[in-house]
């Protein structure tokens, strides 16, 4: 009764978004209509809140009448990934695609502010549409609500590489980011009929945008360190074509994070903001397409059926038909920018888009070209890490290098030599980092260029910040208390952006890895320790089996323990990895256990010492911190506004 229960409310919810698109863009001027499309949004929402609900219900009672659970949960698997098991596959993450696009829908129709009731309505109408189109591929192809018969006892399980707390939640963090670009894609649609994007428009964008940009910073940085502990591969990034698909959008997203500012404070890049957000959402639904049809082979892919890959193309081949088509009718007709000169605010914003755009150009290049060549013929083609790391590091790296010159200059006109006088000590410090580090690396000059700009990005952002807190008069710890969250948040993205640059480059130039044989009793120098394996036997987890080796590290500090797993589950015929990670000032010491020698005591070692690699994610939170930081500083100043 339940799954009937969920799949009447998923319907409802459709009929609901489809009445809302209708009543929002056809009666935009009617302020009882537009109320009403309003109305229908928060009905809609609910309906799509309650058929989740009853599909973790599902989950969790371990239904196995009902498809989706008996292929993705077990009698015994814990309660937690039981609960994630609802989004952990292809059906149910499709709905909580569906459940978080009306939810922002409902949200923006509850918080109005001053836009104009045209803007508004048509808004929530687009947003209508958009999950709409979601709940018909959800409801038509990917039914989470299925029955099954006859229903297993047991059920096949989650896939055990997703059952992890990080995994659990990293999908929603995802769609929050992915599905939130659909809300400044109807803002765009809306501006585009309305025939005016206008600073009262870009400051409705603005959150939004922070918000998508904020979560899916979140979300890769989570998924990125998933894989580091979890895989047993040592890295963090494989520039792997699922993991391209939600780094193009953040890309954009931190494009038009910047350039509505651009359009909130000046009125300029309104064609250019509208543009972003329409590409901005095409690319979300291109990652969806990518994870979906089965073109891509995985440890990220959700499905494998080609008509739902067909399906998504047809969406995003609507969404963006429907947004370029209107760009090209009406993009001449929008507000008239005001000029600003080549040295300023504004135009550093501008190449900071520029960069940011071109980046996810070519990631996009590199991800979609083996497809192309595939389906015409071509055969098969890998463009991997070499291909990406001589094109996109480059372009991030010219950014990087502009990136502290932008706050330091005013708006329309700025002062160039003033605003590099200011930055005169960052400079000063970013090039004796360079010199220190091609003597240590001897004179390797990439990995040395890397650090450089790090401490450039670190320098200059706290060099903005001091230079904030030197205005005026009074106390210091006053002027801290006191300076603007915005100024926080610019400041603390860009040291993030900082951080997370110094960690990439010192753990992909510097990284050390050794495979070894080990039996119990022996050990092997390693990154200037001694590692010792001690034991090796097996345990029981509650829904696994596992083999566990115990080693002793031998450092300078003095002696510690670590434990490796090779994880054995009765619904997957391969084991997984749990590694086991020895962090340090200077990086993590990283122990993954293989196979054992045949007819020998010996186990295969695989060792890595990974310098800096916390920098990484320490950097995505410091990012992500900046992003909620603003959205904070935004809803303080709607606040006072009204």
Same mark, same amino acid.
């Given at each position: ?95 909580? %695609? ?9 949200? /923006?129709?509850?918080? *109005? ?10 808004? #929530? ?10 709940? #018909? ?9 299925? *029955? ?49 994007? +206008? ?13 998508? %940009? ?5 979300? #890769?940085?989570?998924?990125? @360190? %998933?894989? @580091? ?10 520039? +792997? ?50 994870? *979906? ?8 892919? /959700? ?69 192309? =060549? ?45 605003? &590099? ?12 980092? &360079?010199?220190?580090?091609? =003597? ?15 401490? %450039? ?20 710890? !006053? ?6 969250? $915005? ?58 089996? !596992?083999?566990?080796?115990? /080693? ?11 434990? $490796? ?20 000032? +200077?990086?993590?010491? @990283? ?6 020698? *045949? ?17 990484? /994610? ?25």
């Amino acid at each position: 009764m339940i799954a009937e229960i969920g799949a009447f409310a998923a319907a409802l919810a459709l009929a609901l978004s489809l009445a809302q698109g209708a009543l929002g863009i056809m009666f935009a001027n009617s302020t009882a209509r537009a109320g009403a499309a309003a109305a229908l949004s928060q009905a809609a929402a609910f309906a799509c809140a309650l058929a989740f609900g009853c599909l973790i219900t599902l989950f969790v009672q371990s239904d196995f009448t009902v498809a989706v659970v008996a292929a993705n949960s077990h009698v015994d698997k814990p309660l937690i990934y039981k609960i994630a098991g609802a989004w952990g596959n292809h059906e149910g993450s499709m709905l909580l %695609w569906c459940l978080v696009s009306a939810l922002f829908g409902a949200i /923006f129709s509850s918080l *109005r502010g001053k836009q104009s009731l045209g803007l508004w309505s048509r808004t #929530i109408g687009v947003q209508g549409l958009v999950t709409a189109g979601a709940l #018909i591929y959800t409801l038509f192809l990917s039914n989470p609500f299925a *029955r099954l018969d006859p229903a297993p006892m047991v059920g096949n399980g989650l896939n055990p590489l997703l059952q992890d707390p990080a995994l659990a939640a990293h999908p929603p963090l995802l769609y929050l980011g992915y599905v939130g670009m659909s809300v400044p894609f109807s803002l765009a649609l809306a501006a585009l009929i309305e025939g005016r994007a +206008d600073q009262a428009w870009a400051r409705a964008l603005r959150p939004w945008t922070l918000i998508a %940009w904020t979560c899916l910073t979140l979300g #890769i940085g989570l998924g990125s @360190y %998933w894989a @580091y502990y979890e895989l047993g591969w040592g890295g963090w990034w494989f520039w +792997d074509p699922v993991e391209n698909a939600s780094f193009m959008p953040w890309l954009v997203a931190a494009a038009l994070v910047h350039s509505a500012i651009v359009t909130e404070r000046r009125g300029s890049l309104a064609s250019w903001t509208i543009l972003l957000a329409i590409m901005g959402f095409g690319l979300a639904l291109l990652g969806t397409f990518l994870v *979906r049809s089965g073109v891509l082979t995985s440890v990220h892919a /959700f499905a494998v059926d080609p008509r739902r890959g067909i399906a998504v193309l047809i969406l995003l081949a609507v969404s963006l038909g429907t947004g370029f088509g209107l760009y090209a009718w009406r993009a001449p007709k929008l507000a008239q920018p005001s000029g600003f000169s080549a040295v300023s605010r504004e135009s550093m914003l501008v190449w900071n888009n520029f960069g940011l755009a071109v980046a996810a150009g070519v990631v996009l290049t590199g991800t979609i070209y083996p497809l192309l =060549v595939e389906a015409f013929g071509g055969g098969l083609i890998s463009v991997g890490p070499p291909f990406f790391n001589a094109t996109v590091v480059p372009l991030l790296a010219m950014l990087f290098l502009l990136l502290p010159l932008g706050p330091m200059l005013t708006w329309r006109v700025g002062d160039m030599r003033a605003a &590099l006088g200011k930055l005169a000590p960052a400079a000063i410090l970013a090039v004796l980092t &360079l010199i220190a580090a091609l =003597v240590l690396s001897k004179w390797r000059a990439m990995p040395a260029i890397g650090l450089m700009l790090g401490v %450039w990005l670190i320098a200059g952002g706290l060099v903005y910040l001091w230079v904030r807190l030197r205005r005026g008069e009074g106390k210091l710890s !006053a002027k801290v208390a006191l300076l603007p969250l $915005a100024v926080w948040s610019m400041s603390l993205a860009h040291i993030g952006a900082g951080v997370l640059t110094i960690g990439a480059v010192a753990e992909t130039a510097f990284r050390s890895e050794r495979a070894v044989l080990l039996a119990p009793g022996e050990g092997v120098a390693f990154a200037g320790r001694r590692v010792t394996l001690l034991e090796v036997g097996g345990i029981e987890g509650p829904n696994y089996s !596992a083999t566990r080796a115990n /080693f002793r590290i031998d450092q300078t500090s003095g002696a510690a323990s670590l434990h $490796a797993e090779r994880r054995y589950f009765p619904t997957s015929p391969m084991p997984t990895t749990e590694v086991g990670i020895l962090s340090a000032l +200077d990086g993590d010491l @990283y122990i993954a256990l293989g196979e054992q020698i *045949r007819g020998s005591e010996q186990w295969t070692v695989r060792l890595y010492h990974n310098p800096l690699v916390h920098f990484i /994610f320490a950097g995505i939170l410091l990012m992500a911190f900046g992003g909620g930081l603003s959205l904070v500083a935004l809803a303080r100043k709607r606040m006072v506004s009204t």
